[in-house]
């Protein structure tokens, strides 16, 4: 019904609003504090919220935090 498609349409907007804020507090931890640790912690919990939206337009940003979590754990 139209009136799930907007609930639908709003929580994938609220999802992608925390995304943007959690890979922007990891950059900040990253750029201030240098922990790594703190830094991936925010970008774990972002990949986790895009997979739960199992929305295949967002894949390449998905695989693009995966790596990023990668390159900063090794």
Do not use: C, F
Not at 46 to 59: H, M, N, T, V, Y
């Amino acid at each position: 019904s139209q009136a799930r498609l907007v609930v639908l349409r709003g929580n994938r907007d609220w999802v992608l609003s925390e995304v943007k804020y959690l890979v922007s507090m990891a950059s900040q931890r990253l750029q201030v504090t240098q922990d790594i640790a703190s830094a991936v912690t925010p970008l774990k919990i972002a990949e986790q919220r895009l997979s739960g939206l199992a929305d295949p337009s967002l894949l390449p940003l998905q695989s693009a935090l995966k790596h990023d979590i990668t390159q900063l754990i090794n």
